[in-house]
């Protein structure tokens, strides 16, 4: 599958969903009565490592220089859905730690982070969108690094946007700070998956 590469930012060219795909998420979100919901669904995960683990996701090098390689697909599975006017504030994503149905968010950030570097764990963020969002309006997903210094923090003004297409998505670290803007449409949904690394 071909993707854009922007530092740890990646976007498909192609859908990676087929539309009987989208169709099933879409089922999926339809039962959600919360905006959010992430949940601990082995299901899910295990039918889609597979074909995740087929994208050939990019390596990752890690600040003190150490290469991580894609693993597996955490279970944590996130789908949502926004109406008219909703936004997501600037954050980055949390990790997690499973244990049968209960999850654990452990501390953002690659650094400090209270995981055994040789487990795999949360890395990167694959956000599938099921929807398009219409040519020119608001509600793009906000990708902050400063182009300079690669860099990204709570300060940061540089951003990537990444508009929403159905059966497309976004790749990125768990590290990097972004947002979603406030959508002007009736609505947007996504599902979002975590993949993990494991140091190599
Ligand atoms: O709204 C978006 O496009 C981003 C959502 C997001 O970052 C999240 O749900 O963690
Ligand atoms: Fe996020």
Redesign the pocket.
Known sequence: MEMVVENLVYQSKEPFLSEEEVQRFEELIGDIEDAVKLEVNHKIAKEWSQRIMDLRLPDWVDPEGYTWTPWGVSPVVHLRRYTQEEY?SK???ARYLVEGTQKRAVSAGSTGSPVNLFEPVDQF?L?VYLNDLPEGKSGATRIYIDPKTGTSGRQTEDFIRIVPRRGHFAYYSLDLW?D?ERVDSPSKRFV?FRVQYKRV
Do not use: N
């Open positions: 997501c954050h980055q994503d963020k956000l972004h979603g979002g």
